[in-house]
């Protein structure tokens, strides 16, 4: 029996391919659906985490979008509804190590306490290391935001300001199979260092095919200013399509 699970798996390991953009190949789709559901006699609660991203990337120019949404509940009572919307432009990274970004993001978060919040900005980026199995990248900049939260003391709070964004960006993979990549965002504001914005997103994933792997992904977020955070740690599935 070991004998033929093992002939099995090595066929499987030697079919997987690991796509990427290629002189032909400038399109990538991906969705991710996972989450977690605990039911015991006593504790109700589940958490849903979905995400979609498209990218177009071309020699000069590459175009990325990006849609997440959390819900869940916890005996019955709302703990998360968040939705995250994103679009980045970076110009000249396929090109040479410093390139030039521009950036839109869209918030609303149940569990963080904001009402709304936009943000646009531009900066520099510098990747310092570009291989197949590994890309690391550190960007930093400006971004212009705009904001409605509800503040712990004051209640509605209407505001608007001017952050550094400093991010680190890196990917990693191991026999075209196992696949760690993550981001991490520190943004605080220019007005007042106590006003800051804390993002981590980090992905483990397990190819099973060209186009389907399983994950198990760690995301935390926190806002000074709302005296809010949330760490999720989910598990599921990835659908990944080059084209």
């Known amino acids: 029996m070991y004998k033929i699970l093992t002939f099995f ?10 796509p990427q953009f290629s002189d032909s190949v400038h399109h990538h789709f991906s969705y ?4 977690i559901i605990n039911k015991t006699k006593d ?24 849609a997440s949404w959390v819900y869940g509940k916890q005996q019955k009572q ?12 970076d110009y000249l990274k ?16 149940y569990s963080l306490n904001i009402n709304y919040r936009f943000q646009s900005g531009i900066g520099i980026g510098y990747t310092f290391v570009n291989k197949p199995n590994l890309n690391f990248v550190m960007s930093d900049g400006f971004v212009y935001e705009t904001s409605d ?6 209640g509605k709070d209407i505001y608007q300001t001017v952050r550094n964004s400093f991010r680190i960006k890196y990917r990693w993979t191991y026999k075209k199979i196992f696949i760690l990549e993550g981001a991490q965002f520190v943004q605080p504001s220019l007005i ?16 099973l095919n060209t186009w389907l792997a399983i994950n198990a992904s760690v995301g935390y977020n926190k806002i000074s200013r ?18």
Not at 32 to 35: C, I, L, Q, V, Y
Not at 149 to 154: C, K, Q, R, S
Not at 226 to 243: A, W
């Open 9 to 18: 798996i090595s066929v499987f390991i030697s079919q997987v391919a690991f």
């Open 32 to 35: 991710s659906g996972t989450g």
């Open 43 to 66: 504790v109700n609660s589940y958490v849903l985490n979905n995400m979609a991203a498209y990218e177009i990337n071309k020699k000069k120019l590459s175009f990325n979008t990006g």
């Open 78 to 89: 709302l703990t998360n509804n968040d939705v995250s919307v994103n679009a980045n432009l």
């Open 94 to 109: 396929n090109v040479r190590p410093l390139y030039y970004w521009g950036l839109f993001n869209f918030d609303e978060s």
């Open 149 to 154: 939260l509800t503040d712990p003391v004051l």
């Open 192 to 207: 007042s260092l106590k006003d800051y914005i804390l993002k981590s997103n980090n992905t483990l994933s397990v190819k």
């Open 226 to 243: 709302t005296n809010r955070e949330n760490l999720l740690i989910t598990y599921g599935l990835t659908v990944d399509k080059y084209f």
